[in-house]
């Protein structure tokens, strides 16, 4: 299985290193953290290598996970994101696969839902 360079956005930090030990137990690497959308864009602007996928929460401040995940799509960065939110709005869920949006993992969740994703992206 291809070992994948991950980036999770969430402005709980609790949530990001609830996540990043999930993808470290893995065998994979969180290789940016952002806590807040703004701060995300900016991590993404800067990478040399667009990561292989990205853990974005919605509900986050200075610019919420639809606004950023937009951004990241302007600035041509086609990753794989996967939205992992308390919101479970069909709106929000069906707008976000409509802009690229690989998967939606509703809060609170277990670990198995995390490493299911990470596998299929991984497994291609």
Do not use: W
Request: aromatic content about 4%.
């Amino acid at each position: 299985m291809k070992k994948l360079n991950i980036v999770v956005a969430d402005d709980s930090k609790f949530m990001r290193i609830l996540v990043k030990r999930i993808v470290e137990r893995m065998g994979h690497r969180v290789v940016a953290e952002a806590s807040n959308g703004r701060e995300l864009v900016e991590i993404m602007g800067s990478m040399r290598e667009k990561p292989d996928l990205v853990f974005l929460d919605i509900n986050m401040p200075e610019m919420d996970g639809l606004k950023t995940l937009e951004a990241i799509r302007i600035m041509g960065k086609n990753v794989k994101v996967v939205i992992v939110s308390a919101l479970g709005q069909d709106g929000v869920i069906k707008y976000a696969k409509s802009i690229g949006v690989v998967d939606f993992i509703t809060k609170p969740f277990t670990p198995d839902k995390i490493m299911r994703v990470i596998k299929s992206v991984a497994e291609g």
